[in-house]
C-alpha cells in the first residue's frame, strides 16, 4: 500500500448527479432545470460530466429529457459531457445529442443485471459489444460501469473474482475508462483495497474510477483508501444527490463538495471551484425541496450565512 506521499498529485471527478443523481426522482423535473445544473457544473470546472441517459423511458421515467438536456447545453470545449448507453435503441440518440463518451454499465452480480437491464451479464457484454464497436467507429470515447462490485442487493456478496471477470471482458471490448461502482454503498476500506487492487492485475489503476454510493456513509473513506492504492479518478454528485432505481434503499453517490474538501485538505489539485459547486447543490436541492445532502456543501453554505 503506499504511503500519503504517494498520493496522486491531481484527481479526475466526474459529476454524476445530472444523470445519477436526478434518476432517480419521482417528480419529473423540466429539462430546463437539468440544463442550468449541467451549465453551473460545466462553470464549476469538472472535466467531465454525466449529463445524460439513453435507456428506456419506461424503466426510468425521469431520463426521458436526455436529448432535449444535450442539446440545451451550453458546452464549454473540452469537457466531456457522457450519456449512458444500454443497447443499440440508445446509441443513435446518443450520437444524435453529441454525446463525447459512451458509458456502458453492467454488473458483477448476475441477480442485478437481470433487475437493472434485464438480462444475464453475458447477454449484456454481448450488447454492449455493438455499441463499443459503435462508439469507437463514431471515435467517441467508450467507459463502462461494473455495478455492485462491492455487494448487491439480491445476492449479497460479490467476489473480487467475479468483478476481475467483468472487467477483463470491459477491457477486450476497448473501453477507455472502467468504473467500479458501490451500487448500495457497502463497501469499506479495507475492502476496497482488495478490490482495487486485484483489478489493477487486469487493467491500468490510472483508467480504473471509484463510483462509491454513500448509503453507509462510507465513501469518503472508500474515496481516500482507494487513491492509497492508486485510484485517480473518481464519480461525485452535487448535493449528495442520488440513488439507483433498481437498488431498493440505495442512497445519492458521495457528495462532490465532501469529495472537493477532501482534495482541498490534501493538497490535490481538481481543477473544480468547490464554491460554484456549492451553489449549485444549492439551485438544485432548493428546486427539489430539500436540504442537500453533502454535510461540506451545507456547512459551507451555512458560513456563508452568518
Ligand atoms: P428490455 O425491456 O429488456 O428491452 O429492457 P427490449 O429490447 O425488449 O425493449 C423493450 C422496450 O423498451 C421496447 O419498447 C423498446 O423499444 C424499448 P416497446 O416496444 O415496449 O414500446 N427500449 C428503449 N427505449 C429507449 N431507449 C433504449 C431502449 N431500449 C429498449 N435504449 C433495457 C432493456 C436495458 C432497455 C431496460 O432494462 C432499461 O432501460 N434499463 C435501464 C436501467 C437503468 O437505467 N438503470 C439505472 C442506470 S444504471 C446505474 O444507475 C448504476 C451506475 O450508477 C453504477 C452504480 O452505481 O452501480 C451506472
Ligand atoms: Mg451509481
Redesign the pocket.
Known sequence: MSSQNDFPRRVKIVE?GPR?GL?NEKETIGADIKIALVDRLTQAGFPNIEAA????????PQ?ATSAEVMAGIARKPGVIYSA????M??FE?ALAAKADEI?I?GSASEAFSQK????SIAESIERFRDVAQAAKQHGLRLRA?V??SFGCPYQGDVSPESVADVVQRLRDLGCDEI?I???IGVATPRKVHTVMQRLAKDFPIDRLAG?F?DTYGQAVANVYASMEVGVSIFHSSVAGLGG???AKGATGNVSTEDVLYLMQGLGIETGIDLDTVVDAGQFISQHLGRKAVSRAGNAIFAKRQS
Request: charged share 15%; net charge negative; with cysteine.
Open positions: 454524476v445519477d434518476q441517459s439513453f435507456v428506456s423511458p419506461k424503466w426510468v431520463m449512458l448507453v444500454p443497447n435503441k440508445g440518440p458509458v454499465f437493472n437491464i434485464n438480462c460501469a455495478s455492485c468504473d461502482a458501490d451500487t463510483h454510493h439507483c432505481p433498481y
